[in-house]
């Protein structure tokens, strides 16, 4: 798996580049790869310099039928050697078939593999310079392309990424002008390269058309990672994930609806895989796809409301039954997924806003208030629960003011904890929810003054008796200071309202300032 540059053959290599270009014989180009291919002696990230440094200093005649078939070769090797492995993928922990260690990637050929298969796909674009890609090898060169087009991934680099955008929006620029070959192209990669990979292990609540099985099979007849065999786009081809999602990102409307039976089943399996990792993934894909799908599809399949129940129990995937670095991303994607799904389901603008806010109401019960309860004192999750709450109530809209007696609390008593100034960003996320609140409950404000003004100030005043606070915690204080302008501006006009501001005010003479009315 290692690929260790010589350093020799690089300078070689680079000579060759700059000399003059030259014209091949009609059986030198097929003779050299035929050597390049069969090679045994020369490493794989050798021989692709060899041969990206000869074709980037060579004028081929591709009308030549034997250069033709030999470029053609060339192509194969290439997209089989800069193919992620199965050394990327996630560890299988209980799979009694590996009888043999699987090989470990230490960070220095992770870098050296990225700058090899990033070479491989600069010899794949002198190949589709030299004749462009045909229909019945596109999908090939275009899944090859698509497995670098996520920086995240651990065999990606900025120069495989650049490269691979680079071509592939040349190639789909040539399919422009023949909508049918695009599709075609789409068709081909779900069917042949995503679907095979996904057949063993496919959700038991679907039928095969995609939709909502009205009596599914039991539990027990997921597979299980014991089976690994059941799961190879799991742990022999973790690149088809992010073949997938380009795939997703081509997408319209109308492609989808047409897609449907090939789309939902690798969605749903990634989606129900016990890894953390690929449950944020799943979600991730479930996002792109929601962006074009119609209400109306989602209604009819039934699938809105399964992708609903498969999403809901992530929101208790909290500490300390999960590590605290897995659980933050699963429910930061998982709140955005669930907010996204809920508006796509909408049929029509003039959706009763009742069925909208509905299950909003559950994520808030569901999620926000016992994700509260059972993080403790986990800041970050707290933190990103409050920043959850913020787009859950902009979502509500006036409908939010029913949480209003379960949301204040909780946010009044992270304003006032005795050391909530030793991590900013939790107070200031706190103090950026009470901005939606106010503008979508304000006719509630009155009621609830009392834990507003409780929080705000306290909080304000502990900002205030740092000796050197930091730029944090001055921005809060100005973002305090802001609410509470607003506040203020809203209870203004109430005589017993107004009393109870100059109260506070006489208690402590820093208050003039921002309880002015």
Not at 62 to 70: M, Y
Not at 196 to 203: G, N, T
Request: hydrophobic fraction near 40%; aromatic fraction near 6%.
């Amino acid at each position: 798996m290692t690929f260790t540059p010589n350093p020799d053959l690089e300078s070689v290599l680079e000579q060759t580049r700059m000399a003059k270009p030259a014209v091949l014989g009609p059986q030198d180009f097929p003779k050299f790869v035929k050597k390049l291919t069969e090679s045994e002696e020369q490493a794989l990230g050798e021989r692709l310099l060899e041969a990206e440094a000869y074709l980037s200093n060579s004028l081929l005649d591709s009308s030549i039928p034997e250069n033709h078939v030999a470029a053609n070769q060339l192509q194969n090797w290439t997209i089989k050697a800069i193919s992620p492995t199965d050394a990327f993928a996630i560890e299988a922990p209980y799979v009694a078939e590996f009888k043999e260690a699987k090989p470990v990637i230490s960070s220095d050929d992770v870098g050296r593999l990225c700058s090899m298969k990033a070479t491989g796909l600069q010899l794949l674009s002198h190949l589709q310079n030299l004749q462009p890609a045909k229909p019945d090898s596109s999908a090939a060169i275009v899944a090859c392309l698509a497995s670098f087009t996520d920086l995240e991934d651990p065999w990606t680099n900025e120069n495989a990424f650049v490269l691979a955008q680079s071509m592939l929006s040349s190639h789909l620029q040539r399919m422009k002008g023949d909508p049918n070959q695009f599709d075609g192209l789409i068709t081909d990669l779900l069917l042949h390269h995503v679907k095979p990979l996904f057949v063993k292990s496919k959700s038991p609540v679907l039928t095969d058309q995609g939709r909502k099985a009205i009596a599914p099979l039991p539990g027990n007849a997921l597979p299980s990672d014991f089976e690994s065999g059941n799961k190879p786009w799991k742990f022999q081809s973790p690149h088809i994930i992010t073949i997938f999602r380009w795939i997703l990102s081509q997408l319209d409307a109308t492609m989808v609806e047409k897609h449907w039976p090939l789309i939902i089943p690798p969605l749903l399996t990634i989606l129900d895989d016990v890894s953390t990792t690929l449950k944020v993934r799943g979600c991730q894909l479930l996002s792109i796809l929601l962006k074009v799908v119609p209400a109306s599809l989602l209604k009819r399949s039934g699938l809105g409301e399964v992708f609903n129940d498969t999403l809901m129990p992530y929101l208790l995937y909290l500490p300390s039954l999960t590590p605290e670095e897995e659980s933050i991303p699963l429910l930061n994607a998982t709140y955005d997924t669930l907010l996204s799904l809920t508006l796509a389901r909408q049929t029509t603008p003039d959706t009763n806003p009742l069925k909208v806010t509905k299950p909003l109401d559950a994520i808030f019960r569901y999620g926000i208030m016992k994700g509260h309860a059972h993080a403790g004192e986990k800041v970050r999750i707290a933190e990103l629960l409050m920043k959850k709450s913020t787009d859950l109530v902009n979502a509500m809209g006036i409908h939010s003011v029913k949480h209003l007696k379960d949301l204040l609390p909780i946010i009044s008593a992270t304003l006032t904890a005795p050391f909530a100034t030793a991590y900013p960003p939790l107070l200031d996320a706190s103090v950026q929810l009470l901005r939606p609140i106010i503008v979508n409950g304000w006719p509630r404000l009155a009621f609830h003054r009392a834990e507003v003004l409780e929080g705000l100030i306290i909080c304000w005043c502990r900002i205030e008796d740092e000796d050197k606070p930091t730029t944090a915690l001055l921005a809060v204080r100005e973002h305090i200071e802001d609410v509470l302008r607003a506040v203020v501006q809203l209870l203004r006009g109430d005589e017993q309202m107004e009393k109870e501001l100059q109260m506070l005010r006489d208690c402590d003479s820093r208050l003039e300032r921002i309880l002015k009315v």
